[in-house]
Structure formats: structure tokens, C-alpha cells
């Protein structure tokens, strides 16, 4: 069950409509190989599930200004005033959630679960239109579980059977939207043997993930963000 | 995020740029040894600058990281390797890395013991605003509604007054709320102001400061103890 | 856990071994290459023995196990690897550990493809009794009920009847419930039957077996296909 | 801050009519030191949080059968007909949760939210004396969190900041709990510089620990169980 394949299959089944999760918070852990890919491939009305929509022309943002998302589900767009003005101008319908909360929805979705019951934004506008429940006591809005079609993730190292490891600050959302999609895809910094990784620090057991991508050379995109460097 | 803009204002305005650090170290004295903290964009980040590190503390950054040290140089900086707010960092001994979901849990849990967060809007009753100005700035609330709401203490890092020169400090906000009733202390490069019991109490005058230039400035009743107060 | 009445069994009564051997040597064919399987104590986990391991399947085991291989000997027993049931095991290359609560993570959203357990009482429409006896043996459900209804497909293997020689497979059943319409097929010593609109069809007949028989110890209508069925 | 500590400073805060969550999923990841320790401090009215009960005179068998449990919240005790017994004989309550709905509750109960949706049972005497409710057309049971004053878990190795790192099918229940509890006392098998973890491999982060304590000498129950060798 060898699940390494090339990108153009790996993307190939996506279709016009779909919902897709895409890990990344920054430039660390976004699967930008994987989203030039879908670029090319060309699906649109898609929805999006990301943090945040990267940066102007980088990431997701591509994908974005092209016209290929209508929807984006996310967490804040503070550094991509291009995406905010899409949405200002209502040619992108964005769903801001907390941060905590979309990754908690999302992790919900890949649990086989429901959804859960929080607090978080009870007293502010967030709680406006959501169902509010009182369990033990204590009040909270209930909160429903996200899923997509695929989900696209980024790792530093993985495995024919799809065992994946994430490096330091590149984890983030990555490890839940593995298990929250039909079709999990993860481009790879490189595969090493089944086998070699450390059972105890596997980071995404391989059931979770159906296809992997070797990324053969880093794009420029993967590198130090200048503008970020900050002493 | 806005780390970048306030560095262009270093730059450019020093006098700004001098109460932002009095402030970061002024804050840096409520961190108690062993803690765990998190440093919001702006001025919280400051602190860095200020930190004893003998205190041992932990600083959390939302994108799962536990143990952040400081913004570092381009030829230190790893491409895996940033804040939430997008710098480039390096650790402490003992760092961990998670995703996160455990970085938001560990939030929500009580297990982080301060959150500095800067704001657009504090009212007299510890109420926070500043993720948006309705048709203006609408960027999303990213991790801040969390911090704010669950941080068992919360410390705004703020000046004392907005660009138009207004209080910030208000009997009640008028901006969308972050979280009702979260402030625990306010501190601005005029003074340290504690919330308690839904009304504010001066404790500390800066040295630069009077307090007829705080209650002036301060749009909401404040509580001023008999007696000398501390200054900073 | 009943593992180890099963191996007493075992040493006592060889018709019974056989018996369960000749569905777990069944079972197996069920499993296509690739897949993600959980075994639940008893026969089940007898399937272990006659695993082609060239299908290159993943073994899970709710205690945050995948790649499990089979029981070990106890020389090469480790303290810290045993599998839900207890037993000591060895693992494949490319096994992963992971906690309780990613494992059930993995059985609820929908990544196990096959799980195998056992049966006090199946119904005609998939129901499946498999937990407890009010009054008599009331344990706790484990991880069997979330296995049950959550598993893409959910094979039974079981004795055709139980201890008292009663049918196990029945119009509907009278203990609680482990799980609502989620058997997929059950294999026995003497038949494979597939679950199908609601109701039970007939695929496979034992060697051993005739088709009197199966209908006699099965208290629950059997849809019986036209032509010669196939032997197993 | 460092969190070490020995094992009677570490558990003498315990106090009657708390609750206490013990990790452990069998004998691997069960902290057999500190159980044998909270049987020493005599704490009593406890309510007891564990997967299972281990089994007869082992574990946290030993502290029900010496009476000071009252009430256990677990998932199955099919290993252990004596507290099956008490159980029976109404000497000890015990409330039965699916094993991953019962680590989903502590999780739930850890990452600080009031409950979670879920169709696990939805069609059993489970679903008894449940709040249900429907989101987006599908139908739950609501559970609720589970936190506990203490949790005592197992590590093959910590630093004296708190970071964890568990052994194999060890692991189990222990992250989760390690989340969920006012105090959270870790034993471990070997204390090492702080900083010599892999911050990757850390599978606990040291904010969620209060106090770690290191076992000299591992007692017998942390041994092979001749009854479980199967081959």
C-alpha cells in the first residue's frame, strides 16, 4: 500500500465545489508545492479552511486571487490586506472564527464528533446566530464540527504508508487537518523508509493520510519571509 | 503582525517608541519566576527586551510553542520557526513544539499564567476591545478573544491614549468586545491601573506623570488611594 | 481479556479450536491490501495467526497502537507494548504510537476500514448485542461501541451458537444493544452471511455444513440466493 | 521553577472527597508509585477517574478494595471481578463511559471547553438520561467534561520544567490527563537535563505538569504479567 505518488495525481481528483483544508500558519508548515499544483489544476468555487490566507501572491492567496475560492473559513487576515479588501468588496465571503476554536472544530470534524460546547465569545458578537446550551451550569454556544473533501498538509519527513513528522513551528494546524478530510494529501520535505521513524515521535499515524508527495526541490516560497526578520 | 509597523515607528518617532519600552519593562515586573506567559503583538513583545531570564519563564506563542526566547537575526532565523505574530525566534532550553490544538487547549485549560495584550478599548469594569472597528478594521480575531477571555491573569500593555489623542480607558466600550470582564491590570507609560471588584485603582504614577494628567486622560472613574502611590 | 479463557479453551476443547480457527482462517479473506483493521478479543484476534502479511495491513489497537504484529513470547515481552486486550505483542516496520485519544480519533472519523469483534446476539437488520447481560456479566463497553458503529465495515466472527447451543443470530435481540443496523457480515463455523437492506443473505456454506443446518440454528429469516453456493 | 520534588511532598496536598485521575491503560502508563503512595497518605471519598480498574490487588485495585474509593468513572472492568463485586454489592458507584467518549470527556475537560456532541450510543441504554440535541441535521448526545483536583500519570522521561515524554502503548490515557487537572503529578522513570528533550518529541509540554517525581527503582508491578504472555 504504497501511498507515494506524483502531484498531479495527488490533486487530480479535487473538483469544482470542494471544500479544502490547508495547513500552515504563516509560511511554516503551508503546503505551497501543493498549492501551485491546484493553481494549475484549476478548480474553482472552492472553500477554504486556513488560518489565515498567507500573505499577498503567496500561498492560499494565490488561489484567492485568482477568483478560485468563494468561501473562506478562517481565524484572521491581519497581514493580507489584499484578501480583506476581496472580502470588503464582497467578492470572497470570509467566516472569521477564534483561532483556538477553528482549530478545535476542525480536530472535532476529524474525531467523528458532533460538535462541542465552548465559551469562548459568549459575551461578544461571535456568539450572535450560534445555539447556546447550558450544561452543569455552565452556558456555552455550540460550536459544529468542520470536514472537507481534502485537506492539503505539509510535513518534514514521511513514509510510503503515510506515518508523517512535522518540524517545530511548521506543526501547527497540520496534524488536525489530517484527520479531519475524505482525502488527506501531504507534500513532504523527504520520504524516508517505512520503518525508520521513531514510532514514539510519529506525529500523524499513517491512517490518516492518503497520498504523499516528495517535494523534490524547495521553491523560494518555503524560505525566510525578509520582511519578518525583525533585529 | 504589527510588529513590523511598530518598528517603522521606532524609527520614526523615538518619544513613542521611549513609552513603549517603559511600559515593557514596567510589565516585565509582574511576570513571576516559573510562569507562563504570552507576549501579544506590539508592545507585550517588548517585554522580550526587559525579561529576567533567571525567572525561568515560559513564553507560549499560539502557534505551538512553548519557550520562545527572542526575535533573532537573518542569520539565525529558521524557516520552521516563528512566532505568531510571523517573527523569526529563537528558544530557551526545554522549548517544546505542539500543534494547535494542545497550544489552544493549554489556553483554555488555565494554563497560561499571564497574557499581555495590547488594546483599542478597556472599560471601567476590566471590559477589552481590540480586534475590530466595525467597517474600518475587520482583520478577524486570530487567537486573541481566547487569550483575552482565559489567561488566568490579563495585563493590557497599552499607551494611554489613541492616535487622536483619546482615552482608551472608558466607563464602558463602544467597539465590539473581545471578552467581557477579562482586564486585570492596565498598564500605560502614564500609569499602573489594577481592576478590581469592576472598578479601576491607581497604583502606580509614572515619574514622567501627574495625576491630574491621568484623570484627564482617562475617561472613566479611577479609584486613587490615600497616601504617596509608588512611581515607575 | 477473554483471551485468556480462549487459550484455556484451547488446551481443553480441540473442536471448538477448530471451529474458531476455520473463521478466523475465513475472516481473513474479508481484508484487502492496505487496510487499516482492528481485532476485538477472541476470534478475532485469532486472525492475527493466519494474516498475509504481504497485504501490508495495519493493525490497530485502541490503546494508541497501529501496526501491531501479534502476541509475543515471553522473552520478548516489553512492559510497555501490549495490545487492548493485554497481551504482549510485537510490532510491524512503521508502526506508531499515539494516545487514547487520537485512536478513537481514528475509529469515529471513519479510518478504520475493517473492525472484526465477536457476539452475544445479531439481528436481521445488523444489530449487534456484544456487551453486557443485565444482571450477569455487566463489565463496561470498552471500545467496543465505538468500533461498532463507527468502523467502515463491521464483520462479526462467532460460533453459529452460544454456549447453551441457542442461535446467536436472531429477528432482533433481546440484550442492549452494543450498536444499531451496523453488522456488515458475519462469518461462523458453518456460514458467511452478508447483511443487506436489512436483511441476512446467504453467501458462504461451510465444508462441514448443510444448509438445514444453518437454517435450524439460525432463528432469523435467511435469504438463500438461487444456484449452488460457494463452499468455505 | 523547578518542578521536582519527592513522592510524599508531591501527593500531600491530596484530600479527602477529591477526584482523582490515574493514567494507565492496564499495566503500561499506570503509576503504580504514586497509587501506592495515596494508599499510604489514606485519602478517603475518592472519586477515581482510570480506563479500567487494573486488575485484583494491583493498582488502583488496591485503593478500592481498601474502601477509599466511592465513586469510579471508567470504561471497562472486565479484568477485575473483585471490584466488579463491590460494584455489584453496591460498596462502590461506578459509572460505565465507551472508552473513547470517556478520554474524549477528560480532553474536553483539558482543553477548557463545557462539553462535546457525539452519536456514539445515541441508539443505547446510553443514551439514557442525556441531554440530546441536533446540529446540522445530525443527532447527539451531549457529554460533558471531566476535570479532576488531580491527575497522576506516568512518564518514561521528564525534565525538571515538566516536559513528558511517554513509551509506547504506555501512553495511553496519560496526555490527556495530564491536561485535565488542577495538580498533575508526574512519576518518571529517569529525570534528564532540561533541554536534551527533542522539543519535537515532546509529547507533554511542561506548562500542564505541576510536579515530577523520579522512581529510583521500579517495584514489581511495573513488571511483565505472566497471565498476559499469550504465545
Known amino acids: 500500500m504504497n501511498k507515494v505518488t506524483n502531484i498531479s495525481d495527488a490533486i487530480s481528483t479535487i473538483k469544482d465545489g470542494q471544500t479544502i483544508m490547508v495547513g500552515g500558519f504563516g509560511v511554516p508548515g503551508t503546503p505551497f508545492m501543493l498549492i501551485e499544483a491546484l493553481l494549475q489544476h484549476g478548480a474553482r468555487h472552492l472553500t477554504l479552511i486556513k488560518n489565515e490566507a498567507n500573505e499577498p501572491h503567496l500561498g492560499v492567496s494565490k488561489l484567492i486571487e485568482a477568483g478560485r475560492v468563494d468561501r473562506l473559513i478562517t481565524s484572521h487576515l491581519g497581514l493580507n490586506t489584499t484578501v480583506l479588501g476581496m472580502m470588503n468588496d464582497k467578492k470572497i465571503e470570509v467566516e472569521f472564527n477564534p483561532q483556538g476554536i477553528l482549530v478545535e472544530r476542525i480536530r472535532c470534524g476529524g474525531a467523528g464528533l458532533i460538535g462541542f460546547i465552548s465559551d469562548i465569545g459568549i459575551d461578544t458578537v461571535l456568539s450572535k446566530n450560534k445555539q447556546i446550551i447550558t450544561l452543569n451550569g455552565q452556558k456555552g454556544t455550540v460550536e459544529s464540527a468542520l470536514r472537507a473533501d481534502v485537506a492539503m498538509i505539509h510535513a518534514a519527513v514521511g513514509d510510503d504508508i503515510g506515518n508523517l513528522v512535522y518540524e517545530k513551528s511548521a506543526r501547527n494546524f497540520n496534524p488536525a487537518m489530517a484527520t479531519a478530510a475524505d482525502t488527506v494529501i501531504a507534500e513532504v520535505e523527504s520520504i524516508i523508509d517505512t520503518g525508520s521513524l521513531d514510532p514514539d515521535a510519529i506525529h500523524t499515524p499513517g491512517a490518516f493520510v492518503d497520498r504523499v508527495v516528495e517535494i523534490r526541490k524547495l521553491r523560494d516560497e518555503y524560505g525566510i519571509l525578509e520582511h519578518h526578520v525583525f533585529t | ?232
Chains 1, 4 share one sequence.
Not at chain 2, 514596567?26 to 503583538?41: D, F, S, T, W
Not at chain 2, 486573541?144 to 490579563?154: D, T, Y
Not at chain 2, 491614549?161 to 491590570?185: F, Q
Open chain 2, 1 to 232: 503582525m504589527s510588529n513590523l509597523k511598530a518598528l517603522k515607528l521606532t524609527k520614526k518617532q523615538l518619544t513613542v517608541s521611549n513609552k513603549r519600552d517603559k511600559i515593557a519593562r514596567r510589565a516585565e515586573k509582574e511576570i513571576i519566576a516559573g510562569q507562563i506567559v504570552n507576549l501579544g503583538i506590539g508592545i507585550p513583545t517588548l517585554i522580550l527586551k526587559y525579561l529576567n531570564w533567571e525567572k525561568r519563564v515560559q513564553i507560549h506563542s499560539e502557534n505551538g510553542i512553548l519557550g520562545m526566547k527572542s526575535h533573532c537575526s537573518r542569520e539565525t532565523a529558521d524557516r520552521n520557526l516563528i512566532d505568531a505574530g510571523g517573527g523569526y525566534i529563537d528558544l530557551v532550553a526545554g522549548a517544546s513544539f505542539f500543534d494547535s490544538s494542545l497550544s489552544f487547549a493549554l489556553v483554555r485549560g488555565g494554563r497560561l499564567d499571564i497574557a499581555f495584550l495590547g488594546a483599542l478599548e478597556i472599560s471601567t469594569r476590566g471590559d477589552l476591545a481590540n480586534w475590530m472597528i466595525p467597517g474600518k478594521y475587520t482583520p478577524g480575531i486570530g487567537g486573541g478573544m481566547e487569550l483575552a477571555q482565559k489567561a488566568r491573569r490579563l495585563i493590557i500593555t497599552t499607551l494611554h491614549t489613541n492616535r487622536r489623542g483619546r482615552p482608551k480607558i472608558l466607563e464602558s466600550c463602544n467597539l465590539p468586545l473581545t471578552a467581557k470582564a477579562c482586564v486585570d491590570m492596565i498598564i500605560t507609560e502614564l500609569a499602573v491601573i489594577d481592576v478590581v471588584d469592576d472598578q479601576l485603582q491607581l497604583v502606580e504614577i509614572a515619574e514622567e506623570a501627574t495625576l491630574e494628567e491621568i484623570v484627564e486622560k482617562t475617561d472613566a472613574p479611577l479609584m486613587v488611594p490615600d497616601g504617596v502611590l509608588p512611581r515607575f
